[in-house]
């Protein structure tokens, strides 16, 4: 830890930013919200949904509070210090860098072929008589990687508006179109647990919505050009739009559920195929016409978060490897008596972002066609879990210290917030531990 990791840190100097937060700044909560719902999550509320009705619809609720939280926390560090928060974990410890380090490579190889492979997924079932899961995953994977090294964010900001676009009208209108019970969705927003159901509630407060990507939040904001306070109330709306958008997907993925499985006793396919199952089984209520568009805004889920985090993490792993280039040459000019300062290259075009893309896919390929060794996805499973708690509670000790100035450190209801994450995501880690071990 350098000398002034704990000082006090200077206030931003506020640009004057816009007059008003306008919807029209609205762009990095897209991407956020984009990247973080993926097939999986959809697929977990929706069999919450089959099981349960609309019992946990409340839980849906909560958990878009408990991430806008999270999120808003981490832009907010990001606006008030000027720091990015690899700064901020940077000034918490080194175990930090070793943490995140061992994380983002193993994390980084093993969801790279998670990603391809659901967004292959309703491709194959687009076309059953294409080349095949694996060449189609390979194929959206190298799509990812050129669209991402080819483009800066305005325009990926762009097209994830677009997907989400997609994501959201599809799923809205299947939800619709299978009926929805008015009466039976209000009484599912009291509160309620039935037999068997707390491990489906947890996870659909805190398994919807992103992980890694909370934290890349910081990064497109700064990557959209806010970058001192003044953009704090676009940022805080922009950060709300987010995750009601996520809500909206959760609560309509649930009345899928309920509506079109629940009553059936139709039970699907765990993990993304669930997703597959389930445009049979809309083929054979509503016809090929509404199957085929919900498969499209399958594809547009998945594809999303492949180039979310294609553009996000590795905007995270390039800031990572720039701080320890900076510390190396500080080091090194301290030795020689003098002073260095590093110059801030573009992280987009940057050698280490461009290397950490090669990363997430090219060595995941190798994942497609051999069975995931059991070792390595312990090791992810076990990083992964980790993640959140380590992310809300960093976020606490760094939005509550003088690294963080007056005006813009936690109000209890932050704190509150982050703590009730926290605390329900080491409940979700002891789990998922106990599932993986």
């Not at 195929?273 to 016809?287: A, N, P, S």
């Amino acid at each position: 830890m350098s000398e002034t990791d704990g000082a006090a840190a200077a206030p931003q100097a506020a640009d004057p930013g816009p007059r008003t937060s306008s919807w029209k700044y609205i762009g990095p909560g897209i991407v956020v919200a984009a990247t973080g719902v993926g097939a999986g999550d959809l697929v977990a509320t929706l069999i919450a949904g089959s099981k349960f009705g609309y019992t946990l619809l409340w839980a849906a609720v909560i958990g878009c509070l408990v991430k806008i939280s999270l999120a808003e926390a981490t832009g907010r560090w990001h606006l008030a210090t000027g720091r990015t928060i690899f700064e901020g974990w940077r000034s918490l410890g080194r175990w930090t860098t070793w943490y995140f380090a061992v994380y983002i490579v193993v994390w980084g190889f093993v969801y790279g072929a998670t990603a391809m492979s659901s967004s292959a997924l309703p491709i194959v079932a687009l076309f059953p008589d294409g080349p095949g899961l694996k060449v189609w995953a390979v194929i959206t994977g190298i799509l990812g990687l050129v669209f991402v090294w080819f483009n800066r964010y305005a325009v990926f900001e762009k097209v994830m508006t677009v997907m989400i676009g997609v994501m959201f009208v599809v799923v809205v209108y299947v939800a619709v179109r299978v009926g929805p019970s008015l009466p039976k969705t209000f009484a599912g927003l009291v509160p309620a647990l039935p037999d068997g159901s707390l491990l489906y509630t947890l996870g659909i407060v805190g398994g919807v919505g992103g992980t890694i990507t909370m934290a890349a939040y910081g990064y497109w904001v700064n990557a959209k050009g806010w970058t001192t306070t003044g953009w704090m109330k676009v940022m805080r709306l922009d950060n709300r739009v987010a995750y009601v958008t996520t809500g909206i997907f959760v609560v309509a993925m649930l009345i899928i559920g309920a509506e079109l499985l629940h009553s059936t006793n139709i039970v699907l396919t765990s993990g993304d195929k669930g997703l597959v199952d389930l445009g049979d089984v809309l083929e054979q209520r509503f016809g090929s016409a509404t199957a085929t568009l919900f498969l499209v805004g399958f594809f547009a889920t998945s594809f999303s978060s492949l180039i979310g985090v294609w553009h996000g993490v590795s905007l995270m792993f390039a800031d990572f490897v720039e701080r320890l280039r900076k510390e190396a040459v500080r080091a090194e000019a301290a030795e020689a008596g003098g002073a260095a300062e590093v110059a801030k290259g573009e992280r987009e075009k940057s050698v280490p972002f461009r290397a950490y893309l090669l990363w997430l896919t090219f060595p995941p390929m190798a994942l497609l066609f051999l069975d995931q060794p059991f070792g390595l996805v312990l090791v992810y499973g076990v990083l992964g879990a980790f993640f959140m708690p380590f992310l809300a509670f960093t976020l606490i000790a760094l939005l509550n210290s003088r690294r963080t100035p007056d005006e813009w450190r936690n109000g209890w209801l932050s704190n509150t917030m982050l703590a009730a994450a926290g605390l329900l995501f080491v409940v979700l880690c002891v789990q998922q531990l106990r599932d993986l071990l």
